[in-house]
């Protein structure tokens, strides 16, 4: 978005990234004591809690940290230049932006997701076994 001019002369505000209003985001807090968790809070950055729970349950989920402590583990796995935290293994930026390019189409395109394995509603008959 593009703010309005508070005054008719000096610079032009820069540009504001702003969100769409559709846009519902959550995360969980979580708070340790000795590294150990000992419990988290639900914290709402975008949307009404209402409607970010209400798209949650379509699926049958909840607002839980699972989903992205998976991928954060899965880019520590296949990307070395996060994994050992070292930047020789990337050889600059551009290299890390190759190496993370390459993680998500592996990711997105080559690695099978449970999620996306859904029954079809109308059974249909395979050339194997399944």
Same mark, same amino acid.
């Given at each position: 978005m593009h703010p309005k001019r #508070?005054?008719?002369?000096?610079?032009?505000p820069k540009p504001r990234w702003v969100p769409q209003p559709e846009l519902l985001y959550a995360q969980v807090v979580k708070s340790y004591r000795r590294r150990r968790l000992v419990g988290g809070t639900h914290r709402v950055g975008f949307g009404p809690r209402l409607a970010i729970e209400q798209a949650l349950a379509a699926c049958g989920w909840t607002i839980k940290t699972a989903f992205i402590? #998976? $991928?954060? $583990?899965?880019l520590r796995q296949r990307v070395a230049a996060i994994g050992r935290r070292v930047n020789t293994l990337c050889q600059g930026e551009v290299g890390w932006q190759d190496q993370l390019a390459l993680f998500q189409v592996y990711h997105t395109l080559v690695l099978p997701h449970a999620s996306l394995r859904q +029954? $079809? +509603?109308i059974p249909e008959a395979s050339h194997g076994s399944g």
């Amino acid at each position: 978005m593009h703010p309005k001019r #508070r005054q008719d002369t000096g610079a032009r505000p820069k540009p504001r990234w702003v969100p769409q209003p559709e846009l519902l985001y959550a995360q969980v807090v979580k708070s340790y004591r000795r590294r150990r968790l000992v419990g988290g809070t639900h914290r709402v950055g975008f949307g009404p809690r209402l409607a970010i729970e209400q798209a949650l349950a379509a699926c049958g989920w909840t607002i839980k940290t699972a989903f992205i402590e #998976r $991928l954060n $583990l899965d880019l520590r796995q296949r990307v070395a230049a996060i994994g050992r935290r070292v930047n020789t293994l990337c050889q600059g930026e551009v290299g890390w932006q190759d190496q993370l390019a390459l993680f998500q189409v592996y990711h997105t395109l080559v690695l099978p997701h449970a999620s996306l394995r859904q +029954p $079809l +509603p109308i059974p249909e008959a395979s050339h194997g076994s399944g």
